[in-house]
T-cell receptor, first 112, second 112 residues
């Protein structure tokens, strides 16, 4: 079955550490996205990519980095520069702007 | 930045009743989407409505769009306990860049 897989489901980060969240899709979608969701809040766009080897900053890109070396993969690195990284991170993909997103099941990141 | 704002923030109804959620947005759009999120999970795409459409149906869901008022509504008829979730609207801001901005959501609770 086609889908989008995020791993790990839970992640704990120590102060000053960089961590990388994985996002893989086998839907042959061109576009991929990373969103952050804080408790009781909506989703805020971190980065998005419309095509391989290209990506754009969203509304809250500071302290995050991404790469898009393969169509299937769009990993997100939460760097030590992100001062408040505890949140629920959601990855999504879409075939075009006229179709809905397919979301992964999310990664819950906690700073310890 | 939040493009869409849902109203009400929370809604509690009895099973079998209809639930109506509203979304207002600020700038012109090409498309508007509605998503459902069960607690702690990823989002599930429900319906996409284009700016030249006024109404769409999918099963027990009915979405309307009024571009003159920059608003949309999601109606769930004959609600079930399984409809308990948060519902989000997402708009593209007319950007055509595959980038959607999500609202803060309506938390729906359906009581059995």
């Amino acid at each position: 079955d086609g889908g989008i897989t995020q791993s790990p489901k839970y992640l704990f980060r120590k102060e000053g550490q960089n961590v990388t969240l994985s996002c893989e899709q086998n839907l042959n979608h061109d576009a991929m996205y990373w969103y952050r969701q804080d408790p009781g809040q909506g989703l805020r766009l971190i980065y998005y990519s419309q095509i391989v080897n290209d990506f754009q900053k969203g509304d809250i890109a500071e302290g995050y980095s991404v790469s898009r070396e393969k169509k299937e993969s769009f990993p997100l690195t939460v760097t030590s520069a992100q001062k408040n990284p505890t949140a629920f991170y959601l990855c999504a993909s879409s075939i075009s702007d006229s179709y809905g997103y397919t979301f992964g099941s999310g990664t819950r990141l906690t700073v310890v | 930045s939040q493009q869409g704002e849902e109203d009400p923030q929370a809604l509690s109804i009895q099973e079998g009743e209809n639930a109506t959620m509203n979304c207002s947005y600020k700038t012109s759009i090409n498309n508007l989407q509605w998503y459902r999120q069960n607690s702690g999970r990823g989002l599930v795409h429900l319906i996409l409505i284009r700016s030249n459409e006024r109404e769409k149906h999918s099963g027990r869901l009915r979405v309307t769009l009024d571009t003159s008022k920059k608003s949309s509504s999601l109606l769930i008829t004959a609600s079930r306990a399984a409809d308990t979730a948060s519902y989000f609207c997402a708009t593209d801001g007319g950007s055509g860049t595959y980038k959607y901005i999500f609202g803060t959501g309506t938390r729906l609770k359906v009581l059995a």
